[in-house]
């Protein structure tokens, strides 16, 4: 069992958001600070059971956000797996990354991208600094080409506008 206080379960909701959920696709309540909240513990359990419940229905087996993974402390597996607090892989994701290009690793701190991949990005420099992200994907962290990737939050804002016109 795995024991959270509510500030713990706001910085969940931080981290799904952050980088795997669009908060229209999961439909979960923005958790609000205790200090922003007059919930009583009842309500509070009640809400943080609601949301425990939508969340498993929608969470899979793709599950790769480094921060959510060492909230729940399972690998992307579902195995018990508590992660060193100094690891790459604690780092949290800025964003989330869809793989549309495939890439070779070339060094030792580049990570091999497929088609279809799903990256947590944790470095984007601006593209005049560099065109080389950092990210993460099975528990690999590394760097790879910007033009490999699209963000999601950008495909879907690309969609969402194609099909308004």
Known sequence: MVRRSYEEFCTLDAHLHQC????????????????????????????????????SGIIDNKLNCGPVLSWMEI?????????????SLNVPA????????RYTAQASDEISIEVGDILSV?????????SWWRGKHCFQVGFFPSECVELINEK???STASTKT
């Open 75 to 87: 690998d992307n597996r579902g195995n018990r797996f508590l992660l060193k607090e100094e690891a």
């Open 20 to 55: 795997i959920y669009d908060r229209r696709y999961s439909k979960l309540a923005p958790l609000q600070p205790l200090g922003q909240t007059e919930e009583k513990t009842e309500m509070l359990c009640t809400l943080l059971s609601d949301y425990l419940s939508r969340l």
């Open 156 to 158: 879907q804002s690309a």
């Open 122 to 130: 944790i470095d984007m420099p601006p593209k005049e600094e560099t």
């Open 94 to 101: 800025i964003a989330a990354a869809h793989v549309v290009k």
